[in-house]
């Protein structure tokens, strides 16, 4: 056991990391553009702010979180997912006092008790955004627009944006009356855990993926007719700033997303290329959530994005991240004296900003070359007593043999300039 990582969980090895480097600067980048600030929370928090936050009619409460008692008799919960952390740290620090919109990003590790499956891990990682502050569509239109610019950068395609409104507290009274008659009156068809759902929060059921269970909710009552005036205006407002960025859209009646937290907006962006678990990105609005944590009344609107199974998009749509940065520099050495130099040149070369690799295990000149080999570097130069005494070297253009006698302390300059 102790060389095999916990069931869930996946280590991310060299040969592999560059992919998730490659990801993250592009979401850092894109979130620098929208004018989003990266926020780190700590890996667990107390679990009162989940039960609250995410809500205990969802199935990340109910059956989900990794929760412990601490030895000081505290009730701890691993971070499920990053919304309820982001608003902890907002109202603690007082961020709803600064100019808003406060707008903040983050890629952090989350932990989930579930099976695991593809893209889906005990302990796998999420980018989100998180925008406080906020009523108007346009801030909905814009946390949208982040993810479907990612989307374009990166290059996929075959995506569904899906969209509906949950309404508000006022509106959604009504329709929980009448979705609760319909449950009801079918209670008896559903699996248990829709049973369950149905005396917390009837709107849960909608989320169930049993086929048995879709089947009888395709008749359910439709949430979008009963939304209020001021929620239907807001919807209309989604639909025409989607629109204006050029983003095609369906209105999916059956997105109710599966966090108690959301009103209003709700929306899963779906790619064809990761099989039957297709929702590569969800979230919507949340006005409520602030003062329930706590906080004054804020409005929030954000979304959360599982990197594993965006990464699996990207592998099944056949793009090809672009591979690391090739190593310069290899310094072959023959002997005590050379090899206390190399170790010298090779920091000097490291400190101007290239990337230099020398022997470290005392293997053979021979052996040193074909350890270069392996690496894929760019250049080697080997040090002899004669290029010592000298100053000179012969650089090496390991992809087409050229060679270059230099001196010794121009190799900086010829290796950036060749």
Not at 83 to 92: D, G, Y
Not at 108 to 117: G, K, L, N
Not at 317 to 339: A, H, Q, V, Y
């Given at each position: ?6 069931r ?24 620098e ?34 929760t ?10 691993l ?45 796998h ?42 309404g508000c ?30 005396k917390i ?17 395709k008749d ?10 001021d929620?239907?205006a ?11 960025a ?63 199974r ?26 005590d ?5 190399a ?14 690799e ?10 040193q ?31 087409d ?10 190799i ?7």
């Amino acid at each position: 056991m102790l060389t095999k990582a916990p069931r869930g969980t996946k280590d991310v090895l060299p040969t592999e990391v560059y992919k998730w480097h490659y990801i993250e600067n592009i979401i850092r980048e894109i979130c620098e553009n929208f004018g989003f600030k990266e926020i780190r929370t700590p890996g667990f928090e107390h679990t009162e702010l989940f039960l609250r936050g995410v809500g205990e009619s969802t199935d990340i409460v109910r059956k989900e979180m990794y929760t412990f008692t601490d030895k000081g008799g505290r009730s701890i919960t691993l971070k499920p997912e990053g919304t309820s952390p982001a608003v902890r740290a907002f109202v603690e620090h007082n961020l709803y006092a600064e100019a808003q919109p406060t707008k903040l990003y983050y890629i952090t590790p989350v932990y989930r008790y579930e099976r695991p499956q593809s893209g889906r891990l005990r302990e796998h990682h999420q980018f989100g955004v998180e925008m406080f502050g906020s009523y108007d569509a346009a801030a909905d239109a814009e946390i949208v627009s982040i993810a479907m610019t990612l989307f374009k950068r990166i290059g996929l395609k075959n995506l569904e944006l899906n969209i509906n409104s949950i309404g508000c507290p006022k509106c959604r009274k009504e329709y929980n009356k009448a979705l609760k008659e319909f449950i009801g009156n079918n209670i008896d068809n559903l699996c248990d855990d829709c049973k369950e759902r149905y005396k917390i929060n009837p709107m849960r059921v909608l989320d169930c993926k049993v086929e048995g269970c879709k089947t009888i909710l395709k008749d359910a009552p439709v949430i979008l007719d009963y939304l209020c005036d001021d929620c239907k205006a807001h919807f209309e407002d989604l639909k025409k700033y989607l629109n204006a960025a050029g983003f095609d859209f369906i209105v999916n009646p059956g997105i109710v997303r599966g966090l108690d937290y959301y009103t209003r907006t709700a929306f899963e962006i779906i790619s064809n290329e990761i099989g039957a678990q297709g929702t590569v990105c969800g979230g919507g609005r949340y006005d409520g959530l602030v003062e329930e944590c706590g906080g004054p009344s804020v409005p929030g609107v954000g979304f959360g994005m599982g990197i594993e199974r965006l990464l699996i998009s990207i592998e099944n749509s056949g793009i090809k991240i672009p591979l690391p940065k090739r190593t310069d520099l290899f310094i072959g050495n023959i002997g005590d004296e050379t090899k206390k130099y190399a170790f010298s040149l090779a920091l000097k070369l490291r400190n101007l900003g290239f990337s230099v690799e020398i022997d470290n295990i005392g293997r053979s000149l021979k052996a040193q070359m074909k350890y270069a080999n392996k690496l894929n570097v760019k250049y080697t130069v080997i040090l002899g007593e004669d290029e010592l005494k000298n100053k000179l070297v012969k650089l090496k253009n390991m992809d087409d043999g050229t060679e270059y006698e230099i001196a010794l302390d121009e190799i900086a300059d010829k290796i950036k300039n060749i």
